[in-house]
């Protein structure tokens, strides 16, 4: 088919305002990137960056429910090599990154085959508890860290006043 020069900005039109209407209804978060080399295999974490704006998270998020880590795509952890995670063997690929907020002060990691939207009890791939901790510096971003310490893993997680850490090891 051919289009002539008179539908031609009809059609630059309709293209630029579709364009124009997914960046408005996009959230739009920043994305953020965290990478370690742990036992000689490499780890990638990628996540959204959703700001607190004055919320309160724990009122966000109720004891019982699975939080998805981020904003926007769905938080992904990228392993080179198989890894151990509390016991569990979670094999290299890309998988998701959840948290479980079981009750205050309690927390953990899930890896997981669906993001939170479809996630279910068969989705799990492997747990691993997380430490919680308050910290009077709130960070209004979501930030995730990751680092290798005595052949560990060691994952962060921080926003507003609460900082999530666990750990996960090379599978052997």
């Known amino acids: ?78 392993l080179d090599a198989d890894f151990d995670f509390g016991g569990t063997r979670v094999p290299k690929g890309k998988h998701i990154l959840l948290a479980n907020f079981i009750g205050p002060g309690k927390w953990s990691l899930l890896v997981s085959s669906k993001p939170a939207s479809q996630y279910d009890a068969g989705a799990k791939l492997a747990e691993v508890p997380l430490e919680f901790q308050e910290s009077k510096d709130p960070v209004d971003e979501v930030t995730i860290q990751l680092s290798a310490k005595g052949g560990q893993g060691i994952i962060e997680i921080a926003w507003g006043t609460m900082r999530l850490e666990g750990s996960f090891s090379l599978a052997k």
């Open 1 to 78: 088919m051919m289009l002539n020069s008179k539908c031609l900005p009809v059609v630059s039109s309709v293209g630029v305002f579709a364009l124009v209407a997914a960046n408005l209804f996009a959230h739009g978060n920043e994305r953020g990137t965290a990478k370690a080399t742990i036992g000689g295999a490499t780890v990638t974490i990628d996540y959204g960056r959703p700001t607190l704006k004055g919320r309160d998270l724990m009122k966000m998020i109720q004891p019982g429910a699975v939080w998805r880590i981020g904003s926007d795509a769905p938080t992904t952890i990228e």
